[in-house]
Nanobody, 124 residues
Framework: VQLQASGGGLAQPGGSLKLSCAAS????????VAWFRQVPGKQREVVSC????????RYLNSVKGRFTISRDNAKNTLYLQMNNLKPEDTAVYFC??????????????????WGQGTQVTVSS
């Protein structure tokens, strides 16, 4: 099983980036999926959580209205569209998948599968 995250990079404040997470070895539509981020010295935090067929989608308060999580089942790929980026969005972003999250009703840091992380830097 592999989750391959990509799309990170340098963006200016107010700019946009789109992260991708291509899965192999599992079918993402069988899992709840999420994006997390982490900065040095801080705990990894959930940015957006999609619980699957129930349709429940959750966002970190600070990214609501700016970030959008989506999933293309045909491509077996998860996305995070990030608009109006702010310097405080600078972090390493990770994708994750877990089949137990729908039963828990939330995404947690104890995920079955993790992507390798992609760096997002927002700076002028």
């Amino acid at each position: 099983v592999q989750l391959q995250a990509s799309g990170g990079g340098l963006a200016q404040p107010g700019g946009s980036l789109k992260l991708s997470c291509a899965a192999s070895g599992i079918s993402l539509d069988d899992y709840a999926v999420a994006w997390f981020r982490q900065v040095p010295g801080k705990q990894r935090e959930v940015v957006s959580c999609f619980l699957g067929s129930s349709g429940a989608t959750r966002y970190l308060n600070s990214v609501k209205g700016r970030f959008t999580i989506s999933r293309d089942n045909a491509k077996n790929t998860l996305y995070l569209q990030m608009n109006n980026l702010k310097p405080e969005d600078t972090a390493v972003y990770f994708c994750a998948a877990d089949s137990s999250w729908p039963l828990m009703g939330r995404c947690t840091i104890q995920a079955q599968y993790w992507g390798q992380g992609t760096q997002v830097t927002v700076s002028s």
